[in-house]
């Protein structure tokens, strides 16, 4: 698979402190990859530099041929990356129509966005049971099918999900990743997970990254750091 999107050196700084250091990474195209690491490693900024929602310090980040760490978040989502964040995060006082057309604000193909979201609804048929409904009285499982489904509206050849079983019970849990699977597998879009659960994101991905105080110290095959005894210790509970 070709690469499709590259960190290069990436540094961020946050009040003279470096959030990332140096980081550097690949995504290659319709695969899985993950980046997993501690809490407060810097997973979520390391999204946040891809998406332009935080400036580079230095370093490059490249998007499918295109060098884009110089471009507004706007064009970036334009090219085809979506963020669906950590927490959630939807618009709790708009209708659930309303969040996932959100999604697809600079989108201008309106047949198409009609189409996709039948799709996405069809996917997540209690959304299309609640779609009058505001966003925020949701549960918390239906509020992280939304987030991922108004990132979808984007038409996205990139996502980037943060954490998108942060707070769920085991059998929502299973559920939602059954979804992320779907995408990769029946949309091809590439995807960088970051998942609190390094076992589960270990099993999904191809590639994996580790990330400790904002530095990459270890990368692989997923499923070759999820035999590594000092990934077991560290994130596997032994």
Do not use: H
């Not at 400036?55 to 295109?66: A, T």
């Not at 505001?134 to 489904?149: C, D, N, R, T, V």
């Not at 980037?160 to 992320?180: A, H, K």
């Amino acid at each position: 698979m070709k690469e499709f999107l590259e960190l290069q050196n990436v540094v961020v700084k946050y009040d003279k402190s470096s959030a990332l250091r140096g980081v550097s990474l690949r995504v290659p195209d319709k695969g899985i990859t993950t980046l997993i690491g501690a809490n407060g490693a810097g997973k979520t900024t390391t999204l946040r530099a891809i998406s332009g929602l935080v400036q580079l310090e230095s370093g490059e980040i490249w998007f499918n041929g295109s060098r884009i760490d110089l471009l507004k978040a706007e064009r970036r989502v334009a090219l085809g990356i979506a963020q669906s964040p950590e927490g959630k995060r939807i618009f709790p006082y708009m209708s659930v129509r309303d969040n996932l057309m959100m999604g697809a604000y600079l989108r201008r193909d309106r047949k198409a966005i009609k189409g996709d979201l039948r799709v996405i609804l069809g996917n997540f048929p209690r959304l299309n049971e609640r779609l009058t409904q505001k966003g925020g009285s949701l549960s918390g499982g239906e509020q992280q099918m939304l987030a991922i489904g108004r990132a979808l509206m984007a038409s996205p050849k990139l996502m980037l999900l943060d954490e998108p079983t942060m707070g769920l019970s085991p059998l929502l849990v299973r559920e939602v990743l059954n979804i992320v699977r779907d995408i990769n597998d029946k949309n091809g879009v590439a995807l960088l997970l970051i998942e609190q659960n390094a076992q589960i994101a270990l099993e999904m991905a191809e590639t994996g990254y580790v990330l400790e105080n904002g530095s990459i110290t270890m990368t692989d095959r997923a499923n070759v750091l999820l035999q590594s005894a000092q990934i077991r210790q560290a994130y596997l509970g032994g």
